[in-house]
């Protein structure tokens, strides 16, 4: 019975805008595939890079039924099980993945390939729901920080070594999920410091580093109304911790990133400038999307795109094709969808009945955001590229599929919430 209405209830708004991510995610993989195939090749060619995303497109139609058919109490009951296959799914790549440039993420069947840690964002953010709708849960208290921690890491520690760290960068987001439902926010200032610090001790050095961490200590400790002994210990402790994380910079960047991780990086922070090397794609990425100015060079008409200049630009290149094709006007319209649909998912999360639909819908919102936020900055030049997708648009079976099964889950939660006490 509860199953009845469910078309009724559901959210239509985020479906059509859905609808449209897809439809014209598709559009432009057609247009950046035209480069190595012949134009009058038929738009249904299944040997073609357009052809295998319209069949992942089509298979989405049985995934979303199914999704809408099962009860949401499913999802919520058996959770921690489908954690646990997720985590089996990451674990088994060790011993039977598919080495693809260098990276074993994906299961290969024939010429067909599965990407585990697409739909481990997915198992993740149900597991997480489930923890912290216990009424027990206080994320004030040390142990469960603890717990709720573990399981945000897990899937992180099995996806870095394979490597994947754009894959591992998208489970950041689950920390400012666990802020809105209450755990303290110096974990996220300490981590947005951590960051700056990183970044800044690469771009200018140790030394001016402590320097400049000293004098700030300094001020803030000038500046109070009372100078007391307890503020000049944790003073000198906290310079110490800083500093010492630092000077662990260089060593992280030289012996933990790979060579290819530190290119890009030296690269965005312009301390090498390689435009035939490792910094071609994102070079070749601003000039095509400098190209399309406002309204852009019309469909199919792409030089750039049609020349083939963008390595990889129907996967996480793909923003490039609406750059120059479509211009700013084009862009303008396909960062306003994601934006709308992101804040549509909040909104519907915070009319939830239910803590575990809330946190859900929140995992949902975070991980689009987090996904399209580093797309777009990785392609416009300005974060180092780790190959993250963008959602609905880029090319993948597993990432469609994965994407998909987040949003709809969370879609029945909502259309069920009527029957939820």
Not at 163 to 175: K, T, V
Request: aromatic share 16%.
């Amino acid at each position: 019975m509860k199953n009845q209405g469910v078309s009724h209830n559901i959210d239509w708004i985020s479906i059509v805008i859905y609808m449209a991510l897809v439809i014209m995610g598709w559009l432009n993989i057609y247009s950046s595939s035209l480069s190595s195939v012949a134009e009058e090749t038929s738009i249904f060619d299944f040997t073609q890079i357009y052809g295998k995303q319209f069949l992942f497109i089509l298979f989405t139609i049985p995934i979303i039924f199914i999704i809408l058919f099962v009860e949401p109490k499913f999802y919520e009951k058996f959770s921690i099980i489908i954690f646990a296959i997720s985590l089996l799914s990451l674990a088994g790549l060790f011993v039977a993945g598919k080495t693809i440039a260098g990276q074993r993420c994906w299961y290969g069947i024939g010429s067909f390939t599965i990407q585990p840690s697409e739909f481990a964002k997915a198992a993740t953010s149900l597991a997480l729901a489930k923890y912290l709708s216990d009424v027990q849960i206080n994320l004030k208290d040390i142990n469960r920080q603890i717990q709720v921690l573990v399981i945000v890491m897990l899937p992180v520690m099995l996806i870095l070594p394979q490597p994947d760290p754009g894959s591992a960068l998208i489970y950041s987001i689950f920390f400012v999920v666990l802020f809105r439902e209450g755990m303290p926010g110096w974990y996220l200032l300490t981590g947005f410091i951590a960051i700056i610090i990183f970044v800044l001790t690469l771009a200018f050095g140790n030394p001016y580093i402590v320097i400049g961490i000293t004098v700030v200590i300094l001020a803030i400790n000038y500046f109070r109304s009372r100078l007391v002994d307890r503020n000049i210990i944790a003073s000198a402790i906290l310079l110490v911790l800083v500093s010492g994380f630092s000077f662990s910079v260089n060593y992280v960047f030289n012996n933990v990133f790979k060579q290819h991780h530190r290119d890009r990086f030296n690269i965005l922070l312009g301390k090498e400038v390689d435009r035939q090397g490792v910094g071609y794609n994102t070079n070749q990425s601003e000039i095509a999307i400098g190209s399309g100015g406002w309204v852009g060079k019309g469909y199919l008409e792409g030089t750039q795109t049609k020349g083939g200049f963008v390595p990889e630009q129907h996967t996480d290149y793909i923003f490039t094709t609406v750059g120059e094709e479509w211009g700013f006007l084009g862009c303008l319209v396909v960062v306003g969808l994601f934006v709308a649909l992101i804040l549509r998912i909040i909104y519907l999360a915070e009319r939830q009945k239910t803590k575990f639909s809330r946190v859900y819908g929140y995992c949902t919102a975070g991980i689009i955001f987090i996904h399209f936020f580093v797309n777009i900055a990785m392609v416009a030049g300005v974060f180092p590229t780790i190959g993250v997708p963008l959602p609905f648009f880029s090319y993948g079976g597993s990432g469609l599929w994965g994407f998909t099964i987040l949003l709809f889950i969370f879609l029945k939660m909502d259309a069920n919430k009527v029957n939820e006490w």
